[in-house]
Structure formats: C-alpha cells, structure tokens
C-alpha cells in the first residue's frame, strides 16, 4: 500500500464475467463474545464504471464490508473479489488496484500539501522529478494549487479531504475502484458539493466507486445504484427511483388534530413526526387514490388538520424498510 489513504498499481484481470468490479458472496462477521453478527450472509455485485452507494443505519455493517473488501479485514466466511482479484488469496493484487479514503483524512498534517504528495509518489516508485511533476498536476487537479506549500494542518477540512483523495491517485496507471467510506462526514455544505464534483469527476474517468455515507441526498445524487443495508443483509437494492418506488413514488402528509388519531395511523406510515402530529403515507401521486386514502383514513372528517403532497425522497425508503429493526453495533471500524 503507498501509505493509509489508498493503494494505486496496475488494473486487474476482470472478473468472472468481466462485468463487476465488485462481487462478494455470503460475507458473514462477527465481533466480541459473545460475538455479535455484523455481516450476516451479504451478496454485493458493482458493475464496472458507476457509482454504487451502500445506505444503512449506524452498526448495519456499512464499513465492515468495505473493511473486508480492501483487505484489512477477514470474513468469517464468504468469497469476494475486486477488480477480479480474491480479497484473501491475492490481497497484493487487490491492493494495487484500489484507493480507499476513509472517514477521516489520514494525511500528514505536519507537512504541506505539496510535500504529503510527493511522498506518497516517491513511495509508490515513481523518480523525484516524476513525483515532483505528479504531485503538481494532482494539486492542480484537486484546486489546491494556491495552499500547496501551507502545512496541511491550516487545511479546511473539505481541502483535507480533497488531498486524501488526491493522495490514492499518485501512481500510474490510478486506481480502478475508489472505496469512499463516509467522505463527507463533518464537511460544511459547501466543502460537501466541491467533493460530490470530485466524485463525480473520477466517476467520468471510467472508475469504479463504492460509497458509503450517511447522507441520503448525496447518494441520491452520485450513485447509479444504491444498496439499503441492514442488520448485515442487503434489504433492498436498485436506482433511487426504483427504491422510492418501493414507498409509493409519492407521500401523502397529513397533520392530525389528536394524539390518538396519530397512533391510530402511525403503524402504516413512512414518515412520522410526534411533535407536530405528521404522518407521511405512500402514495401513487394521482388525484383519485389521493382522495380515495383520505376518505380511508378520516371518513368522519374530524381526524386530519391539513394535508400536503410530497414526491417520495430516499429517507422515506430508508425509514420504511428499517424501521423497528434493532441494528448491531460495529466494533472498532472507522478507518
């Protein structure tokens, strides 16, 4: 590896069927004892060239698969492969052909922004003057050009983050897949829409690129397919649109004017807010089965204050298909 944000070398030899940068098969872990299952039986294929977004709660086993997928971590049992080489039986080879960025920047901040590249260029074996002109041309990739020669310390975070990933890309030829575990966590939004640019930058390049986040907008945006994890299992995968559908494609709001007509309906909502008395329930989004659900629900016409109609988000999908669903926590998986 050139160092702890990522590893970059030559590509691999493809997959089984050429397809997938990323397949995984019946990955189970488990932590402690007693033990704690994290990963209980996860399939996982990433089509070469996209954007693949891993959602789930906190403890759903987010960052243990991306442990197991760059090598730092075994499964108890399962297969994977990356870039079309096996996490265990070629670990090198996996290694020279991924970048990982974790969920915090894992650069020297002692040094500058210039320096850090030029070492992690120097480590991957290329000549001083090819890491000199290396670590120039990722600055100026990355829009850090003017606070090359700062110490990283003075760095904002989104600069931080933006030089961790321009870290995993100092070798020649860069990486094939990009493992993103929660990038953006702790950015302001303004740092957090420089690094979607970034991400979708390598993403038009023809990487391959596997997210992870905690913010439901950001795989909304980025991904070309996303994957709902939960309690260690893929519990819903497909386009955001295919998953909003799952919901309805719409949410019908309403605010009720009592607490009992609140919990009357609440056990068939997506969406709840106690404190204001809303509700949110799927819906198609047409006029008729807008009416139709109305009459069902208040058919006195004493139970609903007001009501409003809502396309269905991610957080809906979300909420939906982990609600009452105790997670497990994640022992020690930040990297």
């Known amino acids: 590896m050139t160092g702890p944000t990522g590893t970059t070398g030559s590509r691999g030899g493809g997959t089984a069927d050429g397809s997938h940068a990323i397949e995984a098969y019946g990955l189970t872990k488990s932590y402690g004892k007693p033990a704690v299952r994290v990963l209980d039986g996860l399939d996982l294929r990433v089509a070469r060239g996209t954007v693949f977004s891993l959602l789930g709660p906190n403890g759903a086993g987010k960052t243990t698969t991306v442990r197991i997928l760059t090598t730092l971590t075994e499964a108890d049992s399962g297969s994977a492969r990356v870039a079309g080489y096996d996490v265990v039986a070629e670990r090198s080879a996996v290694r020279g052909s991924i970048s990982l960025t974790g969920q915090f920047a894992a650069v020297d901040e002692t040094q500058t922004g210039e320096e850090n590249l030029r070492m992690m260029a120097r480590l991957s074996g290329l000549s001083r003057a090819g890491a000199r002109r290396r670590a120039g041309e990722l600055l100026e990739r990355f829009d850090l050009t003017a606070a090359a020669r700062r110490p990283v310390r003075t760095y904002s975070g989104g600069m931080r983050r933006r030089l961790d990933l321009a870290a995993g890309l100092v070798g020649s030829p860069e990486p094939e897949v990009f493992f993103l575990d929660e990038p953006t966590t702790g950015l302001d939004p303004r740092s957090r829409h420089g690094l979607w640019d970034v991400v979708r930058e390598l993403a038009a390049s023809g990487a391959t690129i596997l997210l992870t986040t905690q913010y439901l907008e950001e795989a909304d945006r980025l991904a070309d397919r996303i994957a709902l994890l939960n309690r260690g299992r893929i519990v819903a995968e497909g386009t955001a649109a295919d998953l909003k559908s799952r919901v309805g494609g719409h949410r019908l709001d309403l605010v009720l004017t009592s607490s009992e007509a609140y919990l009357r309906l609440a056990g068939r909502a997506v969406h709840h807010s106690p404190e204001t008395l809303t509700l949110g329930l799927p819906t198609d989004g047409s006029a008729a089965q807008v009416r139709a659900l109305l009459d069902e629900v208040d058919p006195t ?10 396309s269905a988000t991610l957080d809906d999908v979300f ?10 926590p994640e022992a020690s998986t930040h990297v």
């Open 301 to 310: 016409g004493h139970a609903i204050e007001r009501f409003s109609l809502h």
């Open 319 to 328: 909420l939906d298909l982990t609600s009452n669903a105790p997670t497990t």
